[in-house]
Structures are given as C-alpha cells and as structure tokens.
C-alpha cells in the first residue's frame, strides 16, 4: 500500500485515543441502538450512502456482534485475529480480504498500533452494478453472492488470501483512497471497482478459505462452477471428478445441493447463453455458433435451444435486428 495512504489510516482516531487514555470497553453506542449488539448501518452511513469505510478500533478487544450490512475487512498491515460464530478462529494478515455474511456473529481480539485494517461497511444494494458487470447467469457468482446475502448456514464468511495478487490490491487501494478523499463523483466509479475487484476474485477462487465444516465441499463447487465459466466448451464432470480425487456421484450430488441445479444445466446453461450473445453480437452462421459453443450435435442444439427461448436460433437473430 501507498506509502503516505498507509501513514493516514495509521493516525490514532479519538476512540482509540480514549482507550489509550484508560476507558474500558467499546462505546457500543457509536454502532448500535439496538438491545442486542447488532451494528447498524444508519450508525455507519452517512444519508443516502451505500458504502464507506473506518479503520478497524485498535488496542482493545471488540467483543461479539452482528452487521445489519454486508462488511468487508480489508488488512493494510499487521494482522487480526477473528472469531466467527464463536467458535471459528481467522487470521487476517496484510493483503487479506474478509467478506462476512450478514448473519455471522463476530469478535476481534485486540490490535496493535501496526495491525491497521480497513472496515468497508456496504449495503447489499451497492453491488448492483457489480454484479450487472459480470455476465448473465453466472453460477459462479450466485454462489459467491448467496455465501455473502443469504442466510444459508453454510457460509458465513469468505477469506481471500490475495496478498500476491496485484490487480486485486490496486482495486482495493483505489477504492480506499476514494472513500477517504470523498469525492462527490465517486459513487459509481466505486461500483464499478467493486465490480472489477469481484471479476478479479472470481479467478482465484483457490485462494478462497471457508468455514471448516464445509470448506472442501465449497471449493469442489467452485472448482466446477470455474471450469463452466472458464471451459464451457470442454467441460466434463467426470474428468474434473478424476482430478478431484472424488467420485461422479459424489460430485454430482454436492453440486446439485449446493446450486440447485445439475452439473448439465448448468453447463447447459452456459452455453445457451453464450450462443445467444453470439446470435446477437456477431454475424457468425449458427452452424459455427453449435460448435463455438462446444456441440457437435445440431439437433440436439436445436432442441435445448427452442426449449429455452421458444425460436429457433434464426428467428432469436431476426428478432434482435428488429428490437
């Protein structure tokens, strides 16, 4: 991180300088006006925002609450150590990044000067930019947005070990020092870096750690999910099973229960929607889109295709040029 960036969001804040002082205990009604200690965006955000940032209070332990907002820990330097739902233990070191679940419980032991980490405070509504960045139906991305919105049980937190990934980085530190000079035009250019930032974290979905109980079986969706996006034309199911070291019912199953949906659907899925951009953006012969796409079954093509858009290929085409 830049230099002087680094030096400001060093600086003692008036709460850290009261605990300095002797004060004990966090005032919880800087975040709360609830009887539970649930912090509230309203606490948080000015009027109207949709995102901001705080450094992280320091040199005190921030006993357990819960966030009314998606938040994001991003750690500048040093390091913090996190307790989700009391009972799982995450290390945040320089570079990292946590997204935490609306519903995850959590508490911090208490920092040194040095461990300086930035709090993004986001209300969901803040990534509909970004996530309208990313391309249509994308299984990857749903499950990545449902671990982060929605009360599932199963993924109350991702932890990115990015520290080596330099576009992240960058992401990351553009949208800090925006949020710190405030402004006024930066609303969407931070929309729009969020959306970099999650296309960017999409492909290193290795570096992701989750919740133990179901970290493995997370990081076999993924690895899927990645091998749709990224293979659609090749992508096989008992291939990337052998690779996994699991069986194909096993596999099969995990992603059904995980997604919704079968492994062909979603590879199904895929495909039908990049031969409807291709229909649309290029003048390429639907004979080349079949196979651009990964079939070499034209019937078959033919068939899902009407299924899933009630024209042919040929008439969604002629429809486009007339809309």
């Known amino acids: 991180m830049n230099v002087d960036l680094l030096k400001r969001l060093r600086e003692v804040t008036l709460e850290e300088q009261k605990i300095l002082d002797g004060k004990s205990g966090i005032e919880k009604g800087r975040y709360t006006d609830q009887a539970d200690f649930t912090v509230v965006s309203k606490k948080m955000l000015e009027k109207g925002k949709l995102i901001d940032i705080r450094t992280h209070t320091r040199f005190i332990a921030f006993p357990k609450h819960r966030h009314d907002y998606i938040e994001i820990i991003y750690m500048c330097s040093g390091k913090t150590v996190h307790w989700i739902n009391e009972e799982t233990k995450v290390v945040l070191k320089a570079g990292d990044l946590l997204f935490l679940n609306q519903h995850a419980s959590h508490a911090i032991e208490a920092a040194c000067m040095e461990d300086i980490a930035i709090n993004f405070i986001v209300l969901p509504e803040f990534f509909d930019i970004a996530f309208a960045m990313m391309e249509g139906e994308n299984p990857l991305r ?38 710190l000079e405030r402004q006024g035009s930066v609303g969407r250019i931070n929309s729009v870096t969020m959306g970099l930032l999650f296309l960017n974290l999409m492909n290193y979905t290795d570096k992701i750690v989750q919740n133990k109980e179901n970290q493995r079986e997370n990081r076999l969706v ?27 019912y096993y596999y099969s199953r995990i992603i059904r229960r995980n997604t919704g949906n079968s492994f062909k659907e979603l590879l199904l899925r895929k495909r039908m929607n990049k031969a409807e951009q291709l229909l649309a ?15 070499d079954n034209s019937s078959y093509f033919y068939r899902a295709f009407r299924k899933r858009y009630g024209i042919s290929p040929r008439e969604y085409r002629e429809q486009v040029k007339r809309d």
């Open 222 to 248: 993924m690895a899927a999910l990645r091998l749709i996006e990224e293979d659609y034309r090749n992508a096989n199911l008992t291939e990337l099973a052998r690779q996994m070291g699991e069986s194909l």
């Open 281 to 295: 953006e290029t003048q390429l012969s639907v004979s080349d889109i079949i196979l651009a796409v990964g079939y």
């Open 142 to 179: 749903n499950f990545i947005v449902n671990s982060l919105c929605q009360d599932t049980g199963r993924a109350d937190y991702l932890h990115f070990m990015v520290t080596d990934i330099l576009p992240v980085q960058n992401l990351i530190e553009n949208m800090v020092w925006s949020l």
